[in-house]
């Protein structure tokens, strides 16, 4: 068990050294920083000075090392753009990205599990069938277009609902603050997290549906209706909750892309999280920040592979059985 | 009327009243534009979003009114010193305070100049002629030149005035230095003399900034100001017309005719300082992408005929939906050195431009064009249009349109045949464009002059203007000047941009042409 984790965990460390080095190879191609952080009026000499005094003429493996051995003392350097240490930045931001995806993960794991659990006990039902349709709307419009749309019913027209911010919010201690208690708050989250959340929500509708279908046909759950046990009891007791294991994998997994992948949800609700911060430093080449970025998601997506690795350990004794230099 | 009806009445107008009375004190504004400043520190960031938030919280010693001209600011007067013509002296305004309370005096001036010269800062290039600056007693400062600057004052509309006194007591002598990695205190807090003062600031988020009771100006209509960076352009929109912000500065060119007709929504628009033009390399004796032996930009005809293929108004029609104004002048309307004569073009000859093409390449040639497509409106749109008028001429262009941070650097270091570039002319003179655009690039000259234009003759005039004090002299060497450039067709313009605002009716605000509103002159009806 020790040797399988401490294995992991040098895999880990692998993987994270391998995303900041093509992190920072791509850096070379996002263009110069120095434009943007300069006025019209800078002279060409003084603009050298200045991504000589940044370091930016040296080669990219001292770069690169320099870079690494900052950011193992949690050194992540000042963002070009606005000033501020970016380890802070990112913690100001994190609560907002986190809260967002959080709510809608919940979201789409609650609605996608009732209507997929739904569709698959009435397979002919006309509802069922209005459902399965408008899933596949949802898998196959564009984050951007059903926020836009979201927007232009809910804010402009109907004005249930602001388009775009966080509304009021409330710090929790020092490093977190967060919109759910109040009103405000409440409301300008419910569109962003309907954004982000509907193609989780019908990813697990599909996939709750399919399971269940799978295991309705099974023969344990012909022996329990044979039992006399109520529809109810056969359905949620026993082949929902057969169901639950690869649905609670597929989920903890879509959490991290929510959270790595909430970028355009952001920028289309200005919801002032990580991912608006990621793609306002692209358009500036605000190195510092786009590095410490991409390490962070790199680390979340690391670290919940790692769970899951450990759970399905913990979980399936066949993997108990210790193959030397190869883990799964 | 029972008694009981005539209280009641009573006491209603008298809430009214209070209500209406309230309502004229207190005034926000929820201001919304593409990009957030920053940073607060006022001689960190030569940047247009920057400057117009910090105009606000700090004063400057001139300003620059809506039309263009010069006005008074924390500096009442300013002349050039009548025994050395080196001098810039500079009469300040009495009685103004900082937001601390502290007094604002000569002392304070000459802080700043120290501040705003320092390696770290980035307006060290607008004050490179200044030597030091000196107290002369309490209201007066001494601008100590490397040489006569008659035109100096304008380059004073962007100098924040920073209180000395608070800036040693928070360790901000210096701007943001990047390369130290440590916060400056003033990055997120400020003390000026301007009409707002801070009351919180999260970047990015939303700024907002209280009127200060101790201005020395008129007080301001609107008292309060919410400050929200909208990056999406229909999203800074819908919270428009959603009513939850109350002015749109970057209103996308697209969406000004349908806003127009939106009730409840006023749009302003006016001329920005800012020019949108083409230029070309035409001194080295080969290009890096084209397919003929020799550089197709030296020879005359072939500048002459892109000039006559150039539709501006197609542009200003499709590109620009009517949000342009076409000219042939490589400069803004307003600024010294404009003649009508410049800004005249005629409209396209299709059949002589290909001609004059044919008449040094039978077949045409073929050129690479580099394009931003996120730095000015529709850049890339303007590129694609100009792609296919050259196509007509038999001028085959490759287009190469990319973000801001890969085209300048382009230009920086001579990578480019053929580019498009806008130039906006702070100073509000010629000398501005020429130093940068015309002059062989050397030492701080020609830093965009990326086409490497480079004639002694004219380089000799521009340093010439740099130090002549006779003005009717110096508008004629100017004039000189761009005889030649025009000449030689050193850019091929296409237009000045416009600006448009959008509003939430009610409330008067005037477009500036630096792009930089200044909400205590708003009124609201």
Same mark, same amino acid.
């Given at each position: 068990?020790?040797? &399988? ?70 050194? &992540? ?31 789409? &794991? ?150 790595? &992948? ?67 | ?107 304070? #001036? ?19 002629? #200044? ?18 600057? %008659? ?33 400056? +205190? ?12 801070? /009351? ?24 309060? /100001? ?51 033009? +083409? ?8 290009? $890096? ?29 499709? /590109? ?9 002048? %490589? ?77 300048? %650097? ?30 062989? $690039? ?68 005037? /477009?500036?042409?630096?792009?930089? %509103? ?8």
């Amino acid at each position: 068990m020790i040797a &399988f984790i401490i294995r992991r965990l040098l895999q880990s460390v692998i993987v994270m050294i391998a995303v900041a080095a093509v992190s920072f190879t791509l850096f070379r191609f996002v263009g110069d920083p120095i434009n943007s952080m300069v006025g019209q009026e800078t002279s060409i000499a003084d603009r050298q000075a200045l991504r000589d005094s940044l370091g930016l003429n040296d080669p990219i493996v001292l770069q690169f090392g320099r870079f690494l051995g900052n950011a193992l003392q949690g050194e &992540f350097g000042i963002s070009y753009r606005l000033q501020m240490p970016v380890t802070e930045l990112i913690l100001q931001r994190l609560p907002a990205t986190v809260e967002l995806a959080l709510v809608s993960g919940l979201l789409a &794991f609650v609605l996608g599990l009732s209507l997929g659990v739904y569709t698959a006990l009435r397979r002919r039902g006309v509802l069922s069938n209005i459902i399965m349709t408008a899933s596949l709307i949802g898998v196959s419009l564009p984050t951007f277009l059903i926020g836009v749309l979201l927007i232009w019913v809910f804010a402009v027209e109907l004005r249930w609902l602001p388009s775009n911010g966080r509304g009021e919010v409330v710090a929790l201690g020092d490093c977190w603050s967060t919109g759910l208690l109040t009103h405000s708050g409440r409301l300008a989250l419910i569109l962003p997290a309907i954004t982000l959340g509907l193609y989780q929500m019908t990813l697990i509708m599909r996939l709750v549906r399919a399971e269940m279908l799978e295991v309705l046909r099974a023969d344990y759950i012909k022996f329990a209706r044979a039992r006399g046990l109520s529809a109810r009891a056969v359905n949620f007791g026993h082949a929902l909750k057969n169901t639950l294991v690869p649905v609670i994998t597929i989920t903890g997994l879509q959490l991290g892309s929510i959270i790595a &992948f909430a970028i355009i949800t952001e920028t289309v609700f200005n919801w002032p999280g990580v991912g608006a911060l990621f793609i306002n430093s692209v358009r500036f080449v605000d190195v510092p920040v786009m590095a410490a970025y991409l390490m962070m998601i790199a680390l979340i997506f690391v670290v919940i592979n790692l769970i899951v690795d450990l759970l399905y350990y913990a979980v399936d004794p066949r993997l108990r059985v210790d193959r030397a230099g190869k883990a799964h | 009327m029972t008694k009981l009806a005539r209280a009641l009445s009573l006491s209603a107008s008298v809430a009214a009243l209070a209500l209406a009375a309230g309502a004229a004190q207190a005034e926000t504004v929820r201001w919304a534009r593409v990009a957030d400043a920053l940073t607060l520190d006022p001689h960190s960031q030569n940047e247009g979003p920057t400057l117009a938030l910090l105009r606000h919280v700090y004063g400057t010693l001139v300003s620059r009114a809506v039309d263009g001209s010069l006005t008074p600011d924390l500096a009442t007067s300013w002349e050039i010193h009548p025994e050395d013509p080196t001098i810039w002296v500079l009469h300040l305004r009495e009685g103004v305070t900082f937001h601390d309370g502290s007094a604002f005096t000569a002392e304070d #001036v000459v802080f700043s100049y120290e501040r705003v010269l320092h390696e770290s800062s980035g307006f060290r290039a607008i004050h490179a002629d #200044v030597v030091g600056a000196e107290a002369v007693d309490e209201y007066t400062v001494h601008v100590q030149m490397s040489g006569p600057s %008659p035109l100096y004052p304008n380059n004073l509309t962007n100098f924040f005035i920073v209180d000395k006194t608070w800036a040693e007591a928070n360790d901000v002598v210096a701007p943001q230095n990047y390369a130290a990695g440590e916060e400056n +205190f003033a990055v997120r807090n400020t003390n000026g003399t301007g009409p707002y003062q801070l /009351v919180s600031r999260d970047p990015e988020v939303r700024t907002v900034l209280s009127v200060f009771d101790g201005y020395y100006g008129d007080a301001p209509q609107v008292t309060e /100001v919410i400050y929200q960076p909208i990056a999406e352009a229909a999203t800074r929109i819908a919270a428009l017309l959603s009513g939850e912000v109350d002015f749109v500065q970057d209103v996308p060119v697209q969406d000004i005719a349908r806003l127009e007709q939106t009730d409840g929504i006023a749009i302003t628009t006016g001329p920005e300082n800012r020019n949108i033009f +083409f230029a070309y390399n035409a001194t080295s004796p080969t290009l $890096r992408s084209t397919n003929v032996a020799d550089n197709p930009f030296s020879h005359p005809e072939i500048r002459e005929a892109m000039a006559l293929a150039l539709d501006r108004d197609a542009i200003r029609q499709v /590109v620009m939906r009517g949000q342009s104004q076409p000219s042939a002048a %490589p400069l803004p309307p307003f600024v010294n050195g404009w003649t009508e004569e410049m800004n005249a073009y005629g409209a396209p000859d299709y059949e002589r431009a290909a001609e004059l093409v044919r008449s040094v390449y039978p077949d045409g040639f073929s050129v690479q064009l580099d394009c931003p497509n996120d730095r000015y409106l529709n850049d890339e749109a303007i590129c694609q249009a100009t792609v296919g008028m050259l196509g007509r001429i038999g001028i085959n262009v490759s287009l190469n349109s990319q973000t801001r941070s890969l085209h300048f %650097p382009l230009i920086e270091n001579l990578e480019t045949d053929f580019y498009l570039l806008g130039w906006g002319v702070p100073t509000f003179d010629s000398a501005y464009v020429f130093n940068f655009l015309v002059h062989t $690039r050397e030492g701080s000259y020609g830093a965009y002059n990326g086409g490497q234009y480079s004639n002694p003759e004219v380089d000799a005039m521009i340093e010439e203007i740099a130090t002549m004090t006779d003005l009717d002299e110096r508008n004629a060497t100017i004039a000189r000047i761009w005889d030649r450039v025009m000449e030689d067709r050193v850019f091929l313009n296409v237009h000045n941009q416009l600006l448009a605002y959008a509003v939430r009716e009610g409330i008067n605000i005037d /477009v500036h042409p630096e792009n930089s %509103p200044t909400l205590w002159t708003v009124t609201i009806d």
